[in-house]
């Protein structure tokens, strides 16, 4: 029997400012707690949201992940939040709708890279993948959102320019930097266009328990070995971009009566 679920939309960002627009933006807002964790719930347009944080990192992904879906069932789960730009063709504040989001430190690290492989899963005779897809049909909902999107114009170092919405590859570790021969290895096998800590094991989580997903992550500083003071100059551009985003796509859900 297929599982039953709720018109209900979990969206998660790794830290506050991934998620602050879009809980000032619910209607009928309530505030509630799931163990430790705090999360808002409300309306945006027709569709009912619950907002979480997640901390960063992909423990504290998936564990937030598994339990808000244990708990409220989604119908899907979006992640909002930001990444640092592997791909130069990237600007601060474009958002990539993930198609393939991608574990980056899965498998065996030798001298000449990363030999990514698959690993035991939780369940007798399940290997579990380090790339993750979307969910066929949210993907193609959110390209197809995109033109009713009018992006908010951002300034980045005397700058104006409107962000765009694109696909494209998401890739995720906990590491925050990475070193020049990581970032060769990983262009060379992944071709990513950004990279961040939290979605590819979220994802995971939403493979195993059967929970249509989709990534959006706008981009950040550029990657590199040492980001944190770029991160913090450019970070809040990002996530607000992103929630930007995440905001009018869970809309554009409610207007197409998805989950119902």
């Excluded at 969206?11 to 602050?20: D, F, I, N, Y």
């Excluded at 590859?169 to 290895?185: C, E, P, Q």
């Excluded at 990657?223 to 990002?238: C, D, E, H, V």
């Excluded at 996530?239 to 989950?259: D, K, M, N, P, S």
């Amino acid at each position: 029997m297929a599982r039953k679920v709720s018109p209900l939309t979990l969206v998660l960002g790794a830290m506050p400012s991934e998620v602050r627009l879009i809980v000032d933006s619910l209607a009928r807002k309530a505030t509630g707690e799931l163990e430790c964790f705090p999360y808002a719930t409300g309306y945006l347009g027709k569709r009912k949201v619950v907002v979480a944080v997640t901390g960063v990192g992909v423990t504290n992904g998936a564990m937030v992940a598994a339990l808000f879906i244990h708990k409220f069932k989604p119908s899907e789960l979006i992640v909002s939040g930001t990444g640092s730009r592997f791909n130069p063709r990237i600007r601060t504040g474009d958002t990539v709708i993930s198609k393939k989001t991608i574990h980056h430190a899965a498998g065996t690290l030798t001298d000449e890279g990363m030999i990514y492989r698959k690993v035991r899963g939780p369940l007798p005779g399940q290997m579990t993948h380090w790339a993750y897809p979307p969910d066929k049909d949210l993907f193609a909902l959110a390209k197809a959102a995109v033109a009713s999107y009018e992006a908010e114009a951002v300034t980045v170092d005397g700058e104006s320019y409107v962000p765009k919405v694109f696909p494209g590859v998401v890739t995720a570790s906990d590491l925050f930097g990475v070193s020049d021969a990581k970032i060769a290895d990983m262009k060379k096998k992944l071709n990513p266009d950004l990279m961040e800590m939290e979605s590819a094991a979220i994802a995971q989580v939403c493979h195993q328990l059967g929970v249509p997903h989709v990534v959006f992550r706008a981009g950040s500083n550029r990657t590199q070995s040492n980001p944190g003071t770029a991160y913090r100059k450019l970070g809040q551009t990002a996530a607000a971009a992103a929630a930007r985003w995440t905001i009018h796509f869970v809309r554009y859900l409610g207007e197409q009566g998805v989950g119902k």
